[in-house]
């Protein structure tokens, strides 16, 4: 089976304009229509325009939709993208027929900016998301942002994506990053704690081996914490280029995270020492 990753032209605007006409067709045929599709749940959801939505595919550019379904009994819901004249589920859009597509893959095509949209704004976004946990999203990237996928056994399961130095901080100021920084990432909760979130740190890190200093971008979660503070116990050499950045990322914007990690684990300590109740008295 072909998934649209792998078949979709790059084609944005004959894209639009066919999910365009389609919408209007069924809006023309809103009293007739009888299309049903099933959603993974086994519910199956009848075609209606009120069930549509046109979703803001990038940041910066407000013109490029994507045709979604939702589920009408909870219409943050997105269950189906509409794709190459038909419905495809979350989980199909983010398949891969496409062997040599294993790994950390740069995000080129039309299609790959659709499965980069999927797994940030729909999949991290709101099918994923547990407030109190991960009580962070982020917001559609930017139509030309460097970012990487990661796909695994013929899906994709994760991204990290990167504001390069010299790029536009994109805050309506002409100030420009002065340092790479890694901007965005996510693995899926299915995948998790098996590796993924440091092998992308990890390919940052080598991507731009030459840099003196690293961002990763403010704020960052509690469970990128535990990463970071794993990844630099063990390479060591890292310690001195990793920073908490705000952007543009001047000398008056970074915090060492090795230095936060230490002081954070130092004031533990100290709790536990003056206290003798293995607690932390914060
Ligand atoms: C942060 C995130 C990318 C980590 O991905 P991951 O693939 O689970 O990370 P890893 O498996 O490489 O974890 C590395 C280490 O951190 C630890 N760790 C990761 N998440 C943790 C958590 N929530 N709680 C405790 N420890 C955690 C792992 O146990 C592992 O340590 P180990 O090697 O001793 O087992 C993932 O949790 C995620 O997508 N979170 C939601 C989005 C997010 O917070 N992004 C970061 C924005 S700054």
Redesign the pocket.
């Known amino acids: 089976m072909a998934y649209p990753v792998d078949t979709l032209e790059d084609d944005p605007e004959g894209y639009q304009a066919a999910a365009l006409a389609y919408y209007e067709l069924l809006r023309e045929e809103a009293q007739t229509s009888t299309e049903i599709i099933s959603l993974s749940t086994g519910e199956q959801v009848r075609l209606k325009t009120s069930s549509l939505c046109f979703c803001t595919m990038y940041r910066d550019e407000p013109q490029h939709k994507i045709l979604v379904l939702v589920n009408p009994q909870d219409t943050k819901t997105v269950v189906a993208v509409y794709l190459k004249e038909s419905w495809w589920s979350i989980e199909d859009v983010l398949r891969t027929s496409d062997p040599t597509r294993e790994g950390l893959m740069k995000v080129q095509s039309f299609g790959e900016r659709i499965v980069l949209f999927v797994l940030n704004t729909i999949v ?1 976004g709101r099918l ?2 547990r407030l109190g ?2 009580d ?1 999203f ?1 917001l559609p990237h930017p139509a030309k942002e460097q970012a990487k996928i990661l796909w695994r056994d013929g899906a994709a399961v ?1 991204f ?1 994506s990167i504001k390069m130095k010299g790029s536009l901080c994109g805050d309506g100021t002409s100030s420009c990053y002065l340092l790479p920084v ?1 901007d ?6 299915k ?11 990890r390919d940052f890190c080598d991507t731009f081996q030459g840099d003196e200093a690293l961002g ?16 630099l116990l063990t390479c060591p050499g890292e310690r001195g280029r990793l920073w908490e950045v705000e952007p543009p990322g001047a000398w008056g914007q970074r915090v060492n995270i090795w230095l936060k990690v230490y002081l954070q684990e130092q004031r533990l300590q100290d709790g536990v020492d003056r206290w003798g109740t293995g607690e932390d008295t914060e």
């Open positions: 991290f994923e998301r946990s991960d962070m982020f994760g990290y890694f965005t990432v996510f693995v899926r909760r995948n998790r704690c098996q590796g993924l979130g440091t092998a992308m740190l990763i971008s403010c704020p960052i979660s509690p469970a990128m914490y535990k990463v970071l503070r794993q990844f």
